[in-house]
């Protein structure tokens, strides 16, 4: 039996979808582009704004590893100090827009590294309480063919 999957907020990427985008906000008055929405600039405080679908692939602009568990709230999930697994956060540049914190799939340190190409990937977080598989973004290293 295949659970429904929600995402962990609306309005963060397109979901369900093949290729799943972050959802961002362009102000072009300024060229400011934030992740995730934001109703007013960061830069000018205007509220002339529109959402705008960013790049599915980026470029590791730092990173570290998550080696505890994160302090609950905000931190959302239920494994408990046992069950947790680390795992990479990052920041990943997308065309020189924007830096987007994200969650990384690769949790060994050897195998990241600054500058190195990253794609969008929607992966499982936790179940709600009815069941349903909650499902956030993170950014997975690129596969060279």
Same mark, same amino acid.
């Given at each position: 039996?295949v659970r429904?999957?929600?995402?962990?907020?609306?309005?963060?990427?397109?979901?369900?979808?093949?290729q799943?985008?972050?959802?961002?906000?362009?102000?072009? &008055?300024?060229?400011?582009?934030?992740? /995730?929405?934001?109703?007013?600039?960061?830069?000018? !405080?205007?509220? *002339?704004?529109? $959402?705008?679908?960013?790049?599915?692939?980026?470029?590791?602009?730092?990173?570290?590893?998550q080696?505890?568990?994160?302090?609950?709230?905000?931190?959302?999930?239920? &494994?408990?100090?046992?069950?947790?697994? /680390?795992?990479?956060?990052?920041?990943?540049?997308? !065309?020189?827009q *924007?830096?987007? $914190?994200?969650?990384?799939?690769e949790?060994?340190?050897?195998?990241?590294?600054i500058?190195?190409?990253?794609?969008?990937?929607?992966?499982?977080f936790?179940?709600?309480?009815?069941?349903?598989?909650i499902?956030?973004?993170?950014?997975?290293?690129?596969?060279?063919?």
């Amino acid at each position: 039996m295949v659970r429904e999957q929600v995402p962990v907020a609306d309005g963060l990427f397109t979901w369900p979808s093949d290729q799943p985008q972050l959802i961002g906000s362009h102000f072009p &008055e300024s060229g400011v582009t934030t992740f /995730p929405v934001q109703a007013s600039c960061p830069r000018t !405080s205007s509220q *002339v704004m529109h $959402e705008v679908l960013l790049e599915r692939r980026g470029t590791l602009w730092s990173w570290t590893i998550q080696g505890f568990p994160p302090k609950s709230p905000p931190y959302a999930g239920k &494994e408990g100090p046992l069950g947790f697994v /680390p795992y990479g956060v990052g920041y990943v540049e997308l !065309s020189g827009q *924007v830096i987007v $914190e994200t969650r990384l799939t690769e949790n060994d340190p050897a195998r990241l590294h600054i500058g190195m190409p990253m794609e969008l990937v929607i992966i499982p977080f936790t179940t709600d309480d009815q069941d349903r598989d909650i499902v956030t973004f993170a950014f997975a290293p690129v596969q060279e063919a």
